[in-house]
């Protein structure tokens, strides 16, 4: 019986006493909680929607929200680039009118031979491979994935917003004071958002460049495997012409060997000159085969799927100065944009990392904390003056959020830059160098195609023409004869290997510019 009237008292001393009043007055204040100005806007958690990007309905209008939402348009501006039949590739645009009419292949092997079975052109060829190259696919789900970065920076700040708005108002005695909203605690949002934000776009922009550089590649390897298709299917009608005439041939030195008036070694000569063009023509044959089995890899078909007829078009014989050339490859190049998107992004994570750590570009002293609250009385949770230098102060450095110092980290990080820099430096004047280069061959092409048409081709003709005519009369030999449409095939086959030269040098020449002539 004592005992229990003990416990009474010592529970009755307990409710009596002050600390149960700030129990209740601490009770009160938690009832009581509202959001802080950070988080008096709704705040959900984000949904997912079809297209994977986050959609957030808010009518809060403060500067966090606007940075967010930001932010997530400029992942559902990617998302559209990628739309099947809308895709907005700078290198090689076609019109959502035009690419209708090809998405059925996209997915179906047999509905991409279909175009093909008929007859082969090079715009078939050309958005075929766009829409079907394994290599560009992928570069696609690589972008694709790069996008949920958007709705990852706006989840992990909405958490980091959502823990500060739930423990600012609570006076347990620990953590900041109800009321205290200095401006460096504002770190994590809403302006950080905002660097988050082009970091990651940044990185987009690398990854959409690789993209591009995909396309112009294959396009590329489509485009020069088209003109040397058109050089074997020229070399073939040649050799045959020229079958033909040997053919003809034959049967003059026949009649004069049987008159005794040439020797059986000119008779030997031409039917060795039958039997190398026959075989050539197998040859060629089996090397178009090849040909089209490149093709048919770059737009993902079985190697032995039967292709049309080729659509055969004349080369662009027009040139173009090289000067604005120069200017517009520095602006257009995959690689350069790459390498400038990576630049961005290193150069906003090193501005993050300095905003963390390092003063900003004035002493901030329009930033009223009003702390003399805490060095008296009896909240008084420091001294008026600091009595000592923290480890996480550095060097100088001001006392930050989340971390102390990490110098070595920012100097690494800055000469990489410097170096990253450089090389973009590099870059740029390789890039001019081959410019240069695919122009000269270009030229080239244009100035001996030119030449063998006006000049080289007539002549060669005439000449084999008084060979002929010679021979048929005795006053040439037999010699003369063979070497002359031995010029003549060889002649003609250089011209139609220039004029293929063209399509080549010309898609080489877009290749490095990074965009259409």
């Given amino acids: 019986m004592k005992a229990k009237i003990i416990r009474l008292t010592i529970l009755a001393l307990f409710v009596s006493s002050p600390a149960w009043s700030d129990y209740a007055k601490l009770r009160q204040d938690i009832d009581s909680y509202t959001h802080s100005a950070y988080a008096k806007s709704k705040i959900e958690m984000p949904q997912s929607s079809e297209s994977g990007i986050i959609s957030e309905q808010s009518g809060a209008n403060d500067t966090f929200e606007k940075e967010k939402q930001m932010l997530l348009s400029e992942g ?75 709705s990852q920076t706006a989840r992990l700040d909405d958490i980091i917003r959502k823990y500060g708005a739930f423990t600012n108002g609570s006076m347990t005695g620990i953590g900041p004071m109800k ?86 070694q000119n008779v030997i000569k031409v039917t060795i000159r039958q039997k190398i063009l026959k075989e050539k023509l197998v040859t060629l044959r089996k090397a178009r085969l090849n040909l089209y089995a490149k093709l048919f890899e770059l737009i993902d078909l079985p190697p032995d799927t039967r292709p049309g007829p080729l659509t055969t078009v004349n080369p662009v014989m027009s040139h173009t100065a090289l000067s604005p050339l120069y200017k517009k490859a520095l602006s257009n190049r995959q690689e350069l944009l790459k390498m400038r998107a990576k630049i961005g992004k290193s150069e906003r994570m090193i501005e993050m990392a300095e905003t963390m750590i390092l003063p900003g570009y004035t002493s901030n002293l329009s930033f009223y904390e009003n702390d003399q609250y805490k060095t008296s009385g009896t909240w008084a949770k420091k001294e008026a003056f600091s009595t000592r230098t923290s480890v996480s102060r550095g060097a100088g450095l001001p006392k930050k959020p989340w971390i102390g110092t990490q110098d070595a980290w920012l100097n690494e990080a800055r000469h990489n ?14 890039t001019m160098k081959m410019v240069r280069d695919k122009w000269f061959g270009l030229d080239r092409a244009l100035r001996e195609v030119t030449l063998y048409k006006k000049s080289i081709l007539s002549l060669s003709k005439s000449a084999l023409d008084v060979s002929i005519r ?21 002649i003609r086959l250089a011209l139609e290997r220039k004029r293929s030269d063209i399509g080549v040098a010309r898609a080489e020449l877009i290749r490095v510019v990074g965009a259409s002539l």
């Fill in 76 to 150: 559902t501006g990617w998302i559209k680039k990628l739309e099947p039949g809308f895709e907005q590739s700078s290198f090689y645009p076609v019109s959502p009118k035009v690419m209708k009419k090809y998405l059925p292949a996209a997915k179906n092997r047999t509905k991409a031979a279909a175009f093909l079975k008929k007859r082969v052109s090079l715009k078939d060829l050309e958005i075929l491979s766009l829409i079907r190259n394994p290599g560009i696919k992928a570069w696609k789900k690589r972008l694709r994935g790069s996008f949920d970065r958007y």
């Fill in 417 to 430: 830059l410097y170096a990253m820099r450089n090389d973009l430096k590099k870059a740029e004047a390789a």
């Fill in 179 to 264: 009321g205290k909203d200095p401006a460096k605690m504002k770190f994590p949002y809403p302006g950080i958002l905002s660097l988050k934000g082009q970091i990651v776009n940044q990185d987009a922009k690398a990854v959409w460049e690789s993209l591009e550089a995909s396309r112009r590649d294959v396009v590329t390897g489509i485009r020069k495997t088209y003109w040397n298709i058109v050089y074997v299917n020229k070399d073939i009608m040649i050799t045959k012409e020229t079958l033909n005439l040997l053919d003809d041939l034959e049967t003059v030195v026949n009649t004069r060997y049987k008159s005794g008036g040439t020797g059986f």
């Fill in 470 to 490: 010679g021979y048929e009369s005795g006053t040439v030999p037999f010699v003369d004869v063979i070497d002359s449409y031995t010029d003549w095939f060889k």
